[in-house]
């Protein structure tokens, strides 16, 4: 018998209903990684529960906090999914709640103070009689899958199993294991063109924007956006190297120790900037422009620009608070004018948000569907436990161990940067305006 047209056969699986949880922030293409999974399972009998809002109401789950359908969850059927695979948001919504955040390493699973949180977790997955979970998030909702997995491996013996497997989720694209993210080239897109819109009013106006778009930790997106969007610039933590790397003293907050930090020299990053500015005047006849810098940057700040600022419940500086594009373009501005004795309109805007849930690009939904479908082969056909479901060359499904992504010691993951002088690195420097250092 021909197969080549036929799907693949019904299996008997220990998995009979099977819980789907978002966290963290939104990326294009999340109802394709949920729909395409949710349907793998459904077409095999299988129970599917949508568990609302990440892990927040999880961790409401009581004695007086039953879970509730509606409320806490929903049944995702057939009919629910009509039309789903392209559609914007989040069918389940998503939230940053971390039910791992006291856990910092291996010995702190023993610990029933440190674990609570995770225990109400389990305890509302079991209460629900889930037999497998399905996360999907970045890198901080890795770490929380993981964390998951490693606490049930100290319950007592005969306790119920739920098996973890994580899809990676992050316009940022700094993840290890995978090469592209979905949402990522959705996300590129949209700010590639809201840059191109911004240089049509810079060209009109003679001006220049300093654009501050999302990337915490690595420059995919940013040099990305400024790949397609034909930025005059891009910066990002992978350049804070050579001349425009620094250190300094500081105090650790939580031990007291002094530390030495490593920060960026943002007066050379700063001339550089304008050195841009006034090379594309001299040798291009071009009095405006976009410079693209990746959020990240913030944390690279000398500490007189971040004092202050909060802290999320992942350690990570609360960007939001910092305007980042506006700070660089003031100190641009003067350091122009000390450069070329002129003036020149330097307008700082923050994108990002507005990409996280733009309609999905035909690629970011196949790329999304095929991870769909990879949590279904993982859990039912492989039957594995405690991996990240990848995609490489022709969408080709992989299954990643989370100890190969987390490390044991820390419980914490590896950012991707990109590889400094990598030919992706290589191709931003091909396409800007090309100054001397």
């Given at each position: 018998m021909n197969t080549t047209l036929s799907r693949p056969p019904q299996m008997e699986s220990n998995v009979h209903r099977v819980a789907i949880l978002f966290a963290g922030g939104p990326a294009p293409a999340a109802n394709a990684v949920i729909s395409t999974a949710a349907c793998s399972f459904l077409r095999n009998n299988i129970e599917v529960l949508g568990i609302m809002y990440g892990y927040s109401c999880l961790l409401e789950y009581g004695p007086d906090h039953p879970m509730t359908e509606g409320r806490d969850y929903i049944k995702i059927t057939h009919s629910v999914l009509k039309r789903t695979r392209n559609t914007q948001g989040i069918m389940i919504g998503t939230a940053r709640a971390n039910p791992g955040k006291g856990i910092s390493e291996p010995a702190h699973l023993k610990d029933p103070e440190r674990t609570k949180q995770l225990k109400t977790v389990y305890d509302a997955l079991v209460s629900l009689g889930v037999d497998a979970l399905i996360s999907i998030g970045g890198d901080d909702t890795l770490k929380t899958a993981n964390k998951l997995k490693l606490f049930q491996e100290q319950l007592p013996e005969g306790s119920p199993h739920i098996p973890v497997v994580h899809l990676p989720k992050t316009i940022d694209n700094d993840y290890m294991g995978i090469d592209f993210t979905f949402g990522y080239f959705t996300a590129v897109?949209?700010?590639?063109?809201?840059?191109?819109?911004?240089l049509a009013d810079a060209e009109a106006a003679q001006s220049y924007f300093v654009v501050e778009t999302m990337g915490r930790s690595a420059g995919w997106l940013a040099y990305g956006a400024a790949i397609a969007g034909e930025a005059s610039l891009v910066m990002s933590v992978?350049?804070?190297?050579?001349?425009?790397?620094?250190?300094?003293?500081?105090?650790d907050p939580t031990t007291g120790k002094t530390m030495i930090r490593r920060v960026m020299n943002l007066d050379q990053v700063v001339k550089r900037i304008a050195a841009t500015m006034r090379v594309r005047e001299e040798a291009e006849n071009k009095q405006y422009g976009v410079i693209v810098l990746a959020e990240g940057l913030a944390e690279y700040l000398?500490?007189?620009?971040i004092e202050g600022i909060p802290r999320d419940d992942h350690g990570h500086i609360a960007i939001s608070k910092l305007n980042l594009s506006r700070l660089f373009s003031d100190l641009i501005g003067k350091e122009y004018t000390k450069q070329t004795g002129k003036s020149r309109k330097i307008t700082g805007l923050q994108l990002g948000y507005e990409s996280r849930c733009a309609r999905p690009q035909a690629f970011d939904v196949m790329l999304g569907s095929q991870l769909g479908v990879g949590a279904y082969r993982a859990l039912v056909e492989k039957r594995l436990d405690g991996v990240m479901v990848s995609v490489s060359g022709q969408l080709d499904l992989n299954y990643v161990p989370f100890n190969q992504l987390v490390d044991p010691a820390t419980l914490v993951t590896v950012v991707r940067y990109i590889e400094p002088d990598s030919d992706f690195h290589r191709l931003a420097r091909f396409l800007e305006t090309y100054v001397h250092d």
């Open positions: 897109e949209t700010l590639a063109a809201e840059i191109r819109n911004l992978e350049d804070v190297t050579g001349m425009y790397e620094a250190s300094e003293q500081t105090t000398p500490s007189e620009h």
